[in-house]
């Protein structure tokens, strides 16, 4: 159950997408998510389903990656849909009881609902093809101008790289607490609200015990190789713009142009 | 001939993550008697610790029962919480799930879970941590004792609930040899003085050798062999072929072997080891 949680789950492959510089496909990705909220209409969504349609066919991750992503976010779609649904907009078109469905709430909703699906499924590809050092290391990279204001670029893509690398491993270590416990019968599937929290306490203690353990171990580990910070620090992987990086910049920007064009239309 | 308290039918499960299907353990069936100290050897990824997981429930099979005393686990009457108290299961590292303030109250977590009345529940814990050799520190704090310590807490934890089958996923794993011989020892008085089912997971073959009635050699997801361990030690290329290892002092007999002694049974403890000898250097006397 705790293992279908998708963040920081790099899908291995050797495709055109995966080879992409990580700063590109962050700029493509924000890109994108500008171009679904530029769209005033679910027509100008078309450009940004295709985009990322495309880009799943090109990066030879399986579709069905899509609908785990989504999983978790069911009920805020549902949440988004139902209230879109019955508060938006006055022009009625059913009606039963105290629920009225206008036209407006209706079309409304189901552009949010492929917005948020769009968002959602566009985004995991950036974390499906890029390993999590790469994330940040791209991150670093494109705020580094920052440095110059004494913001501290270095060492918080250093704490991100290090949060997303436990996540797995917090997860493996859950799962494992969790295991123990019911093996001397604690009881967390039944029981109201009040119960249920309280049966976590004997997964959260031991979980920050280890936590804080894990962090002491990794601090001792760094310092004894010498960690100092990112002062003249150098890379085993630099960071090169390469032809496909511009190629595929530009077609995001096409896909962009063409939802200000529908807009207008 | 009695009902085995422990059989597995058919047994097969498979870990899915991410598309990728992995087969932990395929078919496995077996039958374990009552009060048996079964040794559980195997190399890394044979599906020891999943195999385990399945006795008490936690993990669910892709296919294949589990019959608990003849109770199928995986029935809908079945009520798994009230297995789980039957069959107790320590973890690897178990020192990492203590969580309450006080030793006392983390033995008690189990009993309590069982709802036993109060009276019950401090003789348990009593009684479990005098079992354990902890009954000096019931009052400290889980954390702020050794390692060794709080193993032996959190394994005192689990007898508390009094299981007639007691499971344990390599207990003395880390541990000084002092820590070592303490835990294993208490560990064959819980089969051997209460009349209770055992099984321990062990990379040590010395401690399996010594300890164990019956050995279960797991490999590649399957049970390579059951049996004594007189009659899977006498084995020792099987053994070495599946990537495990005969105890030291086999081995010694193995090169005595070769070089000409002649020895006939297989011998796997040091104890055994010494009358053979003795009697070997007896005879050499004689002649």
């Given at each position: 159950?705790?293992?279908?949680?998708?963040?920081?789950?790099?899908?291995?492959?050797?495709?055109?997408?995966?080879?992409?510089?990580?700063?590109t496909?962050?700029?493509?990705?924000?890109?994108?998510?500008v171009?679904?909220?530029?769209?005033?209409?679910?027509?100008?969504?078309?450009?940004?389903?295709?985009?990322?349609?495309?880009?799943?066919?090109?990066?030879?991750?399986?579709?069905?990656?899509?609908?785990?992503s989504?999983?978790?976010?069911?009920?805020?779609?549902?949440?988004?849909?139902?209230?879109?649904?019955?508060?938006?907009?006055?022009?009625?078109?059913?009606?039963f009881?105290?629920?009225?469905i206008?036209?407006?709430?209706?079309?409304?909703?189901?552009?949010?609902?492929?917005?948020?699906?769009?968002?959602?499924?566009?985004?995991?590809?950036?974390?499906?093809?890029?390993?999590p050092?790469?994330?940040?290391?791209?991150?670093?990279?494109?705020?580094?101008?920052l440095?110059?204001?004494?913001?501290p670029?270095?060492?918080?893509?250093?704490?991100?790289?290090?949060?997303?690398?436990?996540?797995?491993?917090?997860?493996?270590?859950?799962?494992?607490i969790m295991?123990?416990?019911?093996?001397?019968?604690?009881?967390?599937?039944?029981?109201?609200?009040?119960?249920?929290?309280?049966?976590?306490?004997?997964?959260?203690?031991?979980?920050?015990?280890?936590?804080?353990?894990?962090?002491?171990?990794?601090?001792?580990?760094?310092?004894?190789?010498?960690?100092?910070?990112?002062?003249?620090?150098?890379r085993?992987?630099e960071?090169?713009?390469?032809?496909?990086?511009?190629?595929?910049?530009?077609?995001?920007?096409?896909?962009?142009?063409?939802?200000f064009?529908?807009?207008?239309? | 001939?009695?009902?085995p308290?422990?059989?597995?039918?058919?047994?097969?499960?498979?870990?899915?993550?991410?598309?990728?299907?992995?087969?932990?353990?395929?078919?496995?069936?077996?039958?374990?008697?009552?009060?048996?100290?079964?040794?559980?050897?195997?190399?890394?990824?044979?599906?020891?610790?999943?195999?385990?997981?399945?006795?008490?429930?936690?993990?669910?099979?892709?296919?294949?029962?589990?019959?608990?005393?003849?109770?199928?686990?995986?029935?809908?009457?079945?009520?798994?919480?009230?297995?789980?108290?039957?069959?107790?299961?320590?973890?690897?590292?178990?020192?990492?799930q203590?969580?309450?303030?006080?030793?006392?109250?983390?033995?008690?977590?189990?009993?309590?879970?069982?709802?036993?009345?109060?009276?019950?529940?401090?003789?348990?814990?009593?009684?479990?941590?005098?079992?354990?050799?902890?009954?000096?520190?019931?009052?400290?704090?889980?954390?702020?004792?050794?390692?060794?310590?709080?193993?032996?807490?959190?394994?005192?934890?689990?007898?508390?609930?009094?299981p007639?089958?007691?499971?344990?996923?390599?207990?003395?794993a880390g541990?000084?040899?002092?820590?070592?011989?303490?835990?294993?020892?208490?560990?064959?008085?819980?089969q051997?003085?209460?009349?209770?089912?055992?099984?321990?997971?062990?990379?040590?073959?010395?401690?399996i050798?010594k300890?164990a009635?019956?050995?279960?050699?797991?490999?590649?997801?399957?049970?390579?062999?059951?049996?004594?361990?007189?009659?899977?030690?006498?084995?020792?290329?099987?053994?070495?072929?599946?990537?495990?290892?005969?105890?030291?002092?086999?081995?010694?007999?193995?090169?005595?072997?070769?070089?000409?002694?002649?020895?006939?049974?297989?011998?796997?403890?040091?104890?055994?080891?010494?009358?053979?000898?003795?009697?070997?250097?007896?005879?050499?006397?004689?002649?």
């Open positions: 159950m705790l293992s279908n949680i998708t963040i920081g789950q790099y899908y291995p492959g050797s495709s055109p997408v995966h080879k992409l510089d990580p700063r496909k962050i700029l493509i990705t924000v890109l994108y998510i171009m679904l909220f530029a769209a005033a209409e679910v027509i100008g969504l078309l450009p940004g389903i295709i985009f990322f349609i495309l880009s799943y066919i090109i990066s030879g991750v399986p579709l069905k990656m899509i609908f785990r989504l999983k978790p976010i069911i009920p805020l779609i549902v949440f988004t849909a139902v209230l879109n649904l019955f508060f938006v907009g006055n022009d009625v078109i059913f009606e009881w105290i629920i009225k206008t036209g407006e709430g209706l079309r409304f909703s189901i552009f949010m609902i492929v917005r948020i699906i769009a968002l959602i499924a566009g985004t995991s590809l950036l974390t499906y093809t890029t390993t050092i790469m994330l940040t290391d791209g991150l670093e990279s494109l705020l580094s101008p440095k110059k204001l004494k913001f670029v270095h060492e918080l893509s250093m704490m991100m790289t290090i949060a997303l690398r436990f996540i797995p491993t917090l997860i493996e270590e859950t799962s494992k295991s123990a416990q019911k093996a001397r019968g604690a009881d967390l599937e039944s029981g109201g609200l009040l119960k249920r929290a309280k049966a976590l306490i004997p997964i959260l203690i031991p979980l920050f015990v280890s936590a804080f353990r894990r962090a002491e171990e990794l601090a001792l580990a760094m310092e004894s190789r010498c960690y100092h910070g990112g002062e003249g620090r150098t085993l992987r960071l090169h713009f390469k032809l496909r990086d511009i190629i595929s910049l530009l077609i995001t920007a096409l896909f962009l142009a063409s939802v064009v529908l807009n207008s239309l | 001939m009695s009902l308290v422990i059989e597995v039918k058919d047994l097969t499960f498979s870990y899915n993550s991410l598309g990728t299907t992995h087969t932990a353990i395929e078919n496995v069936n077996l039958k374990i008697e009552k009060g048996e100290l079964v040794g559980i050897i195997g190399h890394t990824g044979s599906g020891k610790s999943t195999l385990i997981q399945h006795l008490n429930g936690l993990l669910k099979p892709n296919s294949g029962t589990v019959l608990i005393d003849g109770e199928d686990i995986f029935s809908k009457e079945c009520d798994l919480r009230k297995i789980r108290f039957k069959v107790g299961l320590v973890f690897q590292y178990p020192e990492y203590l969580f309450e303030e006080t030793v006392y109250n983390d033995i008690a977590f189990g009993p309590k879970n069982m709802g036993l009345s109060p009276d019950e529940i401090d003789k348990r814990v009593k009684e479990a941590a005098a079992f354990t050799g902890v009954e000096d520190y019931l009052n400290k704090s889980p954390f702020d004792l050794s390692g060794g310590q709080k193993r032996r807490v959190a394994i005192a934890g689990v007898i508390a609930m009094d007639e089958i007691l499971i344990l996923d390599e207990p003395a541990l000084d040899p002092k820590g070592r011989d303490k835990i294993l020892g208490q560990i064959k008085k819980y051997r003085e209460k009349g209770n089912t055992v099984l321990l997971v062990s990379h040590s073959m010395e401690d050798a300890l009635t019956k050995v279960l050699v797991m490999a590649d997801g399957k049970v390579e062999a059951y049996d004594i361990p007189e009659k899977i030690f006498a084995d020792t290329e099987r053994i070495e072929k599946i990537g495990l290892a005969v105890p030291q002092i086999t081995e010694v007999f193995e090169i005595l072997k070769k070089n000409g002694i002649e020895i006939k049974e297989s011998i796997f403890s040091v104890e055994y080891a010494k009358k053979v000898l003795l009697s070997l250097i007896g005879e050499g006397e004689d002649a």
